[in-house]
């Protein structure tokens, strides 16, 4: 059984930064893409990003581009999410996942995490 562990959320003002970690129990972490969702307060889970196996391909949602950066460390069976210039707006339960493929669809992703809480004050 695949296990994910998010952590690193916490409160933060407007434009601080967080990294968020996603600690995989996998053997195969390395053969897996992983993404990173989010859920904000009376809203539907939205994508935010995703990257490869290998960490050569990722893909970023359009409000997040330029202010988050996804990436992994397969030694580590770890994934992470560096979000800078936080808004009040990313306030969120922010979620990892792994699946087969890279891709922005909830759907196709098979593991889930339990999720990290990110509040950002104005």
């Known amino acids: 059984q695949v296990q994910l562990v998010e952590s690193g959320g916490g409160l933060v003002q407007a434009g601080g930064s967080l990294r968020l970690s996603c600690a995989v129990s996998a053997r195969t972490f390395s053969s897996y893409s992983m993404g990173w969702f989010r859920r904000a307060p009376g809203k539907e889970r939205e994508f935010v990003a995703s990257i490869n196996w290998t960490g050569s391909i990722t893909y970023y949602a359009h409000s997040v581009k330029g202010r988050f950066t996804i990436s992994r460390d397969n030694a580590k069976n770890t994934a992470y999410l560096q979000i800078n210039s936080l808004k009040p707006e990313d306030t969120a339960i922010y979620y990892c996942?792994?699946?087969?493929?890279?891709?922005?669809?909830?759907?196709?992703?098979?593991?889930w995490g339990q999720g990290t809480q990110v509040t950002v004050s104005s």
């Open positions: 996942a792994a699946g087969v493929a890279i891709t922005n669809k909830a759907g196709e992703y098979d593991y």
